[in-house]
């Protein structure tokens, strides 16, 4: 049925369609469950030492050690009994196998693997992982790996001219993994549980264990630190938890966040956020260039004379330019974007930024934290 059609039916019939205004606010807030996680409820890393076979002469040489005998052992449990040095490996990699354990996992669960060559092979590409049981910190295996390769890259050429695309000594078996070992945490028994909350922030903690007490209706939750807001009074039972958790994970809560300048003087990347502010300060740009350069110029002696021999004359010159110093002026309470644009004004580069926003933090004129990567 047509939607004009519709439209005009209920107009007739006298119902009113609930229209959004378009200045219409929606709610503001962060969901809990988006800024925190349960104490004890988290991932594992696995990692496992395996072998993956059917390249195309692409895998480890001669020179690695051990992967021939890896792949003699691997024989010789199955009854093939071959010296370790007339086995040739360039068919075969050794690899190290890493996966995460997700919570809550049961047997027969599939997780994702990462297959990463530990010796010299030049390509994973068409590779086969046997099966290798994969650890945790404990020394316990939790999970078995198995299957084919992708790689997302190929490799094209040959006598030195090859295109390479993407990485080809590092691959994914998608639900490679199969989850071997029962690792859930019941939570019939739980009577409190703790939320952690990814970034420390009192405001938010304290926001945080106000909003559940609203929606449960008496003050169950308390704030322990930055980090922690314990909940007590659960009722025991084998869906008190989930429905707990289902229930205050989708309150909202207002969150500020902190002002942070992050700066990576590797990439000349700068990362302000929103609310940072500058106090009143004036930066003095300049730029210095120092050019020398160095001219060989060959000396012979003059003809038909006695004694001398060519010699190699170096003719050094050095050439200083200074740029005129750039002035910024900002006052009490600038923001992010006043700096950003007196910046470009004066033409400063994005390594020029890094150094004039430590200068900035060590005269105390930037309010907020700066972070070097």
Do not use: W
Not at 247 to 253: A, Q, S, T, Y
Not at 270 to 286: D, E, N, Q, R
Not at 329 to 352: F, H, P, S
């Amino acid at each position: 049925m047509p939607r004009l059609f519709v439209a005009m039916l209920l107009a007739i019939l006298g119902f009113a369609l609930p229209i959004r205004a378009a200045g219409e606010d929606r709610p503001s807030g962060i969901h809990i469950k988006d800024i925190t996680t349960i104490e004890g409820v988290r991932d594992n890393p696995l990692m496992g030492y395996g072998v993956v076979v059917g390249l195309n002469r692409t895998g480890d040489s001669q020179q690695t050690v051990f992967s021939t005998q890896t792949l003699a052992n691997l024989l010789q449990r199955m009854g093939v009994q071959v010296p370790g040095t007339l086995i040739r490996v360039n068919n075969m990699a050794a690899v190290f196998v890493t996966g995460t354990l997700p919570p809550f996992a049961r047997p027969g669960m599939k997780i994702d693997i990462t297959v990463s060559s530990a010796g010299d092979a030049k390509s994973l590409a068409g590779g086969l992982l046997l099966m290798t049981p994969l650890k945790a910190a404990d020394g316990t295996v939790y999970a078995v790996a198995q299957g084919p390769l992708t790689l997302g890259g190929y490799s094209a050429g040959s006598n030195g001219n090859v295109k390479v695309i993407n990485h080809l000594t590092v691959g994914r078996v998608p639900e490679g993994g199969i989850i071997e070992r029962d690792t859930a945490v019941s939570l019939a028994n739980m009577t409190s549980l703790s939320l952690l909350l990814h970034d420390p922030d009192f405001t938010a903690a304290s926001n945080i264990a106000a909003a559940i007490n609203k929606e449960l209706g008496k003050e169950a939750a308390h704030v322990v630190d930055s980090r922690r807001v314990d909940i007590v009074g659960i009722p025991q039972g084998q869906s008190a938890v989930p429905e707990l958790m289902a229930r205050i994970g989708n309150l909202l809560v207002d969150v500020q966040p902190p002002a942070k300048v992050v700066v990576n003087e590797r990439t000349g990347t700068v990362v302000m956020g929103g609310s940072v502010t500058l106090g009143a300060c004036s930066i003095l740009h300049g730029n210095l260039a120092i050019e020398i350069s160095t001219q060989y110029q060959v000396s012979q002696p003059t003809p038909l004379s006695t004694g001398g021999q060519t010699t190699v004359v170096p003719d050094t010159q050095v050439h200083a330019s200074e740029a005129p110093a750039q002035l910024i002026q900002l006052k009490e309470g600038a923001t992010v974007e006043e700096l950003v644009k007196g910046l470009q004004t004066i033409g400063a580069t994005a390594r020029d930024v890094v150094s004039i926003l430590q200068a900035i933090k060590a005269a105390g004129a930037l309010e907020a934290d700066l972070e070097v990567l």
